[in-house]
Structure formats: structure tokens, C-alpha cells
């Protein structure tokens, strides 16, 4: 089964900036429209972003203008530039296919990256 990969958390002020990176095993990656989720203390988990192959993007209300998601299938991989953070970003993020939180994954969830946002 293909693996995603998440990389990229950290610990930063309110304000700061991180970019997430996720890469996948295979080049299955390429045949769907991938996205980012985060799921926050206490939360479900939530869809923060996707893009297709053909660079069209779609944002949680929540973040956007403030991240960007981006993809690079030669590399298999997908990235979620977060600038002005807010606390209210601290979660964890991970990657898989767009439709995930509904249906049955393509890809096996990761273990995610943790991001928390100090005020």
C-alpha cells in the first residue's frame, strides 16, 4: 500500500511560518487530487486544503490567504506553505487523497506532523 510521509511540524510563535512537505512511495500519487487535513486537540479531523494535477486549489475558509498547497508529481510530493499562524493552527496535519474523511482512503493515513502555533 502506498505510504505517505509528513514532515515539516514544528513549534512557532503566532505570526511564523512552516512548510509541510508529504511524500508518497508510489506514483499513484499522481492519479488524484490530494489534500491536507489537521486534526486539533479534541477535534475531527478537518480538510485545510487540495490541489489537482492541474494546480486548481481549494481552501478551508479558515486559512485562506494565509496557506498555499502545492504539488510536484516527478517527486511525489505534495507541500502546505502556512504563513501568519494562528494558535488555532496547532493540530496535527496530515496528507492523503481529497475525499478521505468520507470515504475509504486510497492511501493508508501517516503519522502526521505536529504543528503547534505559541501565542
Known amino acids: 500500500q502506498v505510504q505517505l510521509v509528513e514532515s515539516g511540524g514544528g513549534l512557532v510563535h503566532a505570526g511564523g511560518s512552516l512548510r509541510l512537505s508529504c511524500v508518497a512511495s508510489?506514483?499513484?500519487?499522481?492519479?488524484?487530487?490530494m489534500a491536507w487535513y489537521r486534526q486539533g486537540p479534541g477535534k475531527q479531523r478537518e480538510l485545510v486544503a487540495d490541489?489537482?494535477?492541474?494546480?486548481?486549489?481549494n481552501y478551508a475558509d479558515s486559512v485562506k490567504g494565509r496557506f498555499t498547497v502545492s504539488r510536484d508529481n516527478a517527486k511525489r510530493t505534495l507541500y502546505l506553505q502556512m504563513n501568519s499562524l494562528k494558535p488555532e493552527d496547532t493540530a496535527v496535519y496530515y496528507c492523503?487523497?481529497?475525499?478521505?474523511?468520507?470515504?475509504?482512503?486510497?492511501?493508508?493515513w501517516g503519522q502526521g506532523t505536529q504543528v503547534t502555533v505559541s501565542s
Open positions: 490541489v489537482s494535477n492541474g494546480g486548481s486549489t
Open positions: 508510489e506514483n499513484r500519487f499522481s492519479f488524484y487530487i
Open positions: 492523503n487523497a481529497k475525499g478521505s474523511l468520507n470515504n475509504q482512503p486510497p492511501f493508508r
